[in-house]
């Protein structure tokens, strides 16, 4: 929050303008980039630093990570706040894990935007169940070697 945000922005910004030859682009790159923070008062770095244990799988550390961070956006919208998760390339920068102190393992998952709604969700429809989910009962299933 407060000024650590623009701490933030600058380091996003330098990212952005990193690759950018041109000084008018880079320029634009920049403040595009270093701006991101202060569009919330609040800002949640979200990531992992997975264990190095022979019976730790990275990729559940990394599940475990991105399912609290739903929870921390669920409980926000439960308290009436707004809230979005933003990710990007920024996020997968070495400098990004240094700023954070986390280590070369580490993957920086996203930042939760956190702070009050400008003006009301807008309404959206959802999808039947059936066309997001398959159901798989206890009959043999195409290409499966189950029931063999």
Known sequence: SGAARETLGALMGDIAAAGVADVEEARVAYERAAAKPLRAPYVVAVAVEPAVAPNVFEVEEIASVAAAAQNMLLAAHALGLAAMWRTGAVCYEPAMRRFFGLSERATVLGFLYIGFPA??????????????????????????????
Do not use: C, I, K, Y
């Open 119 to 148: 003006m009301p969700a807008p309404a959206r429809e959802r999808r039947p169940l059936g066309e997001v989910v398959t159901w798989m009962t206890g009959e043999a299933v195409p290409g499966s070697r189950r029931g063999a």
